[in-house]
């Protein structure tokens, strides 16, 4: 896999540096998770792999200011089965930050806190491609794209084109939702392979999305 050279970023990809440091590159992959699955592993692995990231962190939101709001599980549950997810991959962290703010989850407000936390890191935000299309309708983008580098992760039907900078990197399409897994286990049918062993185990030790 490579990046995509349907529309060269906008943006150089580069190591820059603080009184001589080399700053670390870690990709921020937000959302609910609820439940995560393979498909959100796969998308962090290869983004990590292409852009030569040092890590991802894997980031829940609280409560996501979306115009059609998610109906998401307790945050701890959300939570637990991110650590599970990505226990195995020591290139994978958890970022928390939002679920301990509280309150609407806004990019901006995450990222500016944690761009002042750790100068040393230029973070990369991983977003699908269906979403670039929404960036002009992100709170306070003019100023987010100031601290972010956005990745755009390439969906069959969806342009390359967006007034902002965009890194586009060419993912394997796993068609994997939450939406999807809630619905099977709703139904009493099995969820195998669509989301970690762990994850699997820990939804049927709580009796997550029965109801």
């Given amino acids: 896999m490579v990046i995509s050279k349907k529309k060269m970023p906008e943006i150089q990809i580069k190591v820059e540096s603080i009184s001589g440091i080399k700053k670390k590159r870690v990709g921020i992959l ?7 699955h393979h498909g959100h592993l796969i998308m962090a692995e290869q983004v990590k792999s292409q852009l030569d ?4 962190m894997f980031m829940p939101d609280n409560l996501p200011p979306h115009v059609d709001a998610k109906s998401a599980i ?19 962290e958890i970022e928390d930050i939002e679920l301990k703010r509280g309150g609407v989850s ?18 990369y935000f991983i977003i699908g ?28 039907g969806y342009r390359h084109r967006s007034e902002y900078p965009i890194v586009w990197v060419d993912v394997p399409h796993i068609e994997i939702s ?28 709580e009796g997550l999305y029965r109801e």
């Fill in 74 to 92: 307790d945050a701890k549950y959300r939570l637990k089965m991110a650590e599970l997810a990505i226990e195995n991959n020591p290139d994978f």
């Fill in 30 to 36: 937000g959302g609910t998770f609820n439940p995560i």
């Fill in 178 to 205: 939450s939406s999807m897994i809630r619905e099977k286990i709703r139904h009493d049918c099995s969820i195998k392979y669509l989301v970690p062993d762990a994850v699997e185990e820990y939804i049927r030790e």
């Fill in 129 to 156: 491609g269906d979403m670039v299309e929404y960036l002009p309708k992100w709170h306070r983008i003019a100023d987010l794209i100031k601290l972010v580098k956005f990745v755009g992760v390439e969906r069959p």
């Fill in 53 to 56: 990231l040092d890590k991802v």
């Fill in 106 to 123: 806004y990019t901006y407000d995450t990222m500016k806190e944690l761009t002042l936390r750790n100068p040393e890191t230029e973070y």
